[in-house]
């Protein structure tokens, strides 16, 4: 008796404790599924050496120890529907992003984000060249001044606001603005008075901004967005100055000036708009109507003469550049019999300069503006029929026709041009694919598409002949408008043989062939007679059981060029044709590992590995049968370039509780290269100038990189 | 004895208090667990069915949608789990302990709905804005599903929005693009400062599904120095950046498609040194001039710098041919 009423009380307490606590537990087992989560994570990490090629991007270019600090903490209220985010990434290091989001959803939104893109040169350039990162540089001789390691690079800071609004039910307001500020250096240049390559570097210290408003209107039959787009782009500088060595008086210096982009900015309007005729039908436009801009201020004015400033006293003293382009678009979609879907589209897009064509020189070729527009005209039918449940087959048809503009003198002559152009040119695109969808098992596509492309007569180049060769500017078809027929064929297939492991096979191959003639006299067919290209991949995931999961990709890429372009008899050089063939070709391979040692340990490993080969093979025949010829001090032999990279990743997370984490980083990371680009032939670093004593600026590319990175974090969760 | 009482009376306190809070949720079946009316579904997908969301995610969490947009009940235009996935009677409606035949709309990898089916239900909402052209779309026309990219239940992060993890998603089909960024010179995707929708809309029938109504336009948008125009225009600058540039990635720097002197020998033929033959420079003994700078350094940009455009107004040819 005393036992029952022991077992009673205790099955009471406990159904008691199980009916309050055991909803509790419930309630937050379900809030753990349903509610937002949020983490935050520290940590520091070192890379053991400086990563000049690897680490362009990531804002970890040396060798040191990085900051590692990364959050992301939404808050819901249920009740109101309001979302807080915050979300910051890398704020260690010199790429760091940070953004907030106030959402109440459906009703209003603001966003705010903060982000910064770093972009350094793998190269460090030795030079004497003094007041880099300015508008003015002094170029010192290499008698004097002394040598400096620079490296160059830029840095974007953005800022970005959004907000949102829904006015009416259907009716919401969109506006974006983007604030950019880029600063920083690039690599750049000039030919020296006596042909010579001289060091220079580009300032880099530009604003731009961007503003999008837009307003979209939904209904379940209509729909309708229309807004405005406004961008502004703002150079700190309108000229550079490069002071030549010489004198110390700096009159006497002789400067070199060089132009940099001037202000511009665009504004364009647009309406896009969809309805819904029936379920199986729907129509679209798009209209948009843009102008472009760039009325800043040229360099100097007449009254100053000579140097940076116009040297044609009549000349104008902006560009007064303006360029419209309109788009209108008019679109179909219908499936009239249940199995088969048709697509249309009628596009016509017109780029239209309307600079005025003007003198801002009377020396050289080209002394007028030339402004270039493009009007091109598109129309596009697809159908696809459903041939059963499981194949479908597509083909399509497009026309583009492309009117381009020619360039005219001020006087509305055709202008003479260093490279032979085309007034018109038409593309005609065929595709087909058969398609397998739906199969737990089998799935995969095969498509084909062949292009043609052609057009009008050319206007040929200015015909110079000399040097042993005779109208050589129109022997070459230019690649963008050379008569061209392009062969694709395109294979993919997703297998699943057993619900644990999955294959993907991807084949593509490319073939163009290109038109090199253009009836010239004489006629040697040159530029690019020929492109291939193909690529062949496997993916496959395998899930060994439900704590280990494998995965891993191989893929082969390569592409060719074949081209020919003449050669005048200068320089060292008897004039000749020479046969280029270049090829560029990859191997990649991809392995990764995700396994749930512990209920409290998770391990994973991916390994990045790719080996490219470039290769520029050429040959050479004379028109005098004679060897071939070349400069003084040149190697006309270029040894294949290959790239290596290999990163090896390995991450440990262990569960310290419920609510934080300890995650161990360790990578390894190799890259080699034997790109020559910045040396001579001899293996010794190229050198800007030359031997009589200008500039002397040399390029190092480290050819090896090796570095190890670890790092420890320490994450915190909650809700 | 006395403890005795007091634990019998916590007891039934508590049981009370839990018979109280217990039923709340069950009882207000329009409220649901997750998402609105949800009643039907989850009385069967609870917390104890969820394949709550582990490390090698194989498991599919049902409920996790309640931590994204669709799971904000306070939003009316939110929806229940029949908007989706169709009434399927069938499905709830089941009594034994074989599987259930499948609901009427489904979007995992092995779903037997069409892929129309599956857009048509999205679109019942997603249809304005930045989806209007989705259905001439090169995506909708090759029957790829939005669920092919975008995870619905996806514990509160959907890759495909993830600027870091989306390119992931799109080197699903996107091959040739996996190995081109992955070269030495590209753009900094692989490092999470881009996306591939930031430079490609993937839901508009702009050519090569890109952002802007022209490869140009798109590529303004960052480099909006290249816009000019220039005193000095270079034309196939003018016309498409992607006549020199390789976007996804090349071995050549700058993004070229090829280096110079073969890429600009691809349409420039003259007299002069243009026409040269490619090579490098033995050694920096003697003098250099222009017919041996076309591969080394720059190559051929050494001096014709300015290649996108000059602004110089110079009197000279120099100018003109974008060297200064």
Redesign the interface.
Known sequence: MHTLQRKFRLSATCIALCSAFGAAQADEEVDALIKPESSVSVGVGQWSGDRHQQGIYDGQRDGKAYGLIDADIVRRDDDSGTWFRLKAHNLGLDNGEISGEYLRQGDIGVSLEYNRISRDNPNTFNTRLQGIGGATQIENSTAGGKMNPVTLGTVREQSNMGFYKNLLPGLDLNIAFKNEDKTGTRPWGRGGSNNFAEFAVEPINANTRQLEAVLNYTTKLFQLSGGYNGSWYDNKYNQVTIAAPGSAVANARNPTYLSVPLDNEAHQLFLNGGYNFSKATRGTFKLEYARATQNERLPGTPSTGSGGGQTLASAPDRLDARVDTKLIQLGLTSRPVQNLSVNANLRYHHMEDKTPVRNFASAGDSPDYVPFSYKTFTGKVEGTYRLDEAYSLTAGLEEKRQDRKLPVTVAGTLKDVVVPMRQDLNETTARLELRRTLSETLNGSLSYVHAKRDGGRYHAADVVSSNGVVNIENQVNPLNIADRERDKVRASFDWAPSEVLSLQFNLEQGQDKYKTSHNTTPDYGAGLSSGKSQLYSVDGAWTVNDRLKLTAWYAYDQSKARQSALRADNGGGNAGIKSYDLQDSGNSLGIGMRLEATSRLNLGANLEWTSTVSKYNQSMATFNGAAATYPANFDAGLEDIKNRMVRLSLFSVYALDKKSDLRLDFIHERWKTNDWSWLYANGTAFTYGNAAGLDGTYVTADPKQISNFVAMRYIYKFQ | MKI?RS??L???L??L???I??PAGAADESKG??LKGDARCTSCH??SD?G?P???G?SK?V?????T?H???????TPTCTSCHGDSNKHADHKGSDKPPKPDRTFGK???T???ARNETCQ?CH????H??W??STHA???VACTSCHSVHN??HDKVRDK?AQPEVCY??H??Q??QM???SHH?VP????ACTSCHDVHS?N?KALAK??TN?TC??CH??????????H??V???CA?CHQPHG????NLLK??AP?LC?????????P???????????????????G????GC??????I??????????????F??
Not at chain 2, 71 to 77: P, S, W
Not at chain 2, 127 to 130: A, F, P, S, V
Not at chain 2, 224 to 233: I, N
Not at chain 2, 308 to 321: F, K
């Open positions: 005795i634990a019998q916590l007891s039934i508590l049981g208090w839990g018979a809070i217990a667990l997750v609870d917390e969820d709550k582990g490390f090698l194989l969490s409920l996790s949608i309640g931590k947009k799971g904000t009940q306070a939003d009316g235009r092995n779903s037997s069409t892929p129309q019942t249809q304005g804005g930045k209007m052209n259905q001439s026309n090759r029957d514990n509160g870091k699903t089909c091959k040739e996996r190995t992955i070269r030495p900094p490092e999470g400062k881009m029938d050519p109504s022209s336009d303004y948008t909006m120095e290249k816009r000019g125009p220039f005193v000095h225009s034309q196939p003018t016309e498409d006549i090349t071995t050549t720097a090829s280096r073969f020998q691809e349409c420039h033929s003259h007299t002069s040194h026409s040269q033959i490619a090579g490098l420079p033995i050694n920096g003994g003697s003098a250099l001039g222009t017919t041996q700078l591969t080394v350094g720059r940009l050494n001096c014709h710098t300015n996108h455009g000059s602004n110089s107004t110079m009197n000279s040819a120099t100018a003109q041919r060297r200064r």
